[in-house]
């Protein structure tokens, strides 16, 4: 008598699953090494946007269904958000910018911003945030990268601005502060109560 033949053995496909994420674990982090993680993270987004269009059955039919002309045009339109995903100057591709939500982490100590404290005729303090009274500009570069013309020029819109909306207690002058945090704060100190220096002033109420 011939023993039956033992069937082949397979490897469970959860096993194949951990082997698979652990060998994409490993090349993203020897990548990691030679490439910034910045663009290496959309590097890894991108491949699996082009697996999707090629190996996704509803985006193989949605692509198509399309006209040539509308393929042309969706190509055109994906390859300069590529182009501007992979630009680490933000602004060069507007409106196809890179995403810097969480680029890089600060490391110097203390961390110093500048912010525009605004004084009104009553005399309160108010911060003009880009953000507060322009709810459409979701990230706006920091201050300290602009020209002394834009930094001014910027100020006097955001005192504009805030003057619509508060027409009963317009503002007076704004000042351009650094403020310093230190990381953690001194005792007695807290991050609510950095310490400032001035380094411009501007007069609204004159106009100039």
């Given amino acids: 008598m011939t023993n039956p033949a033992r069937a082949p053995s397979r490897l469970h496909p ?20 030679a490439v910034p993680l910045t663009l290496a993270g959309q590097a890894y987004l991108l491949l699996i946007v082009l697996l ?22 969706f190509g055109v339109l994906i390859g300069s958000m590529i182009l501007g995903h992979y ?4 602004r060069t591709y507007f409106p196809y910018v890179v995403w810097e939500i969480f680029p ?15 004084t009104t005729e009553s005399g309160n303090k108010v911060r003009l945030l880009v953000e507060q009274l322009f709810p459409s500009i979701v990230q706006i570069g920091p201050l300290d990268g602009y020209s002394a013309e834009t930094t001014e020029h910027l100020a006097r819109v955001l005192a504009k601005a805030y003057n619509q ?10 000042d351009l ?5 230190k990381l953690p704060p001194p005792a007695g100190e807290s991050r609510a109560q950095p310490s400032c220096e001035l380094l411009k002033r501007y007069d609204i109420s004159s106009g100039q």
Avoid: K
Avoid at 104 to 118: G, K, N
Avoid at 165 to 174: F, L, M
């Fill in 14 to 33: 959860a096993i194949v699953f951990a082997i698979i994420c652990l060998c994409l674990a490993l090349i993203i982090w020897l990548v990691s090494y």
């Fill in 52 to 73: 999707a269009f090629r190996y996704w059955p509803p985006m193989i039919r949605w692509v198509a269904s399309m006209p040539v002309t509308h393929r042309v045009v």
């Fill in 87 to 90: 630009t680490l100057n933000g």
């Fill in 104 to 118: 890089f982490a600060h490391e110097d100590d203390p961390v110093t911003c500048r912010e525009f404290i605004a």
């Fill in 165 to 174: 909306q508060h027409p009963g207690d317009p503002v007076w002058r704004v």
């Fill in 177 to 181: 502060m650094v403020m310093a945090v």
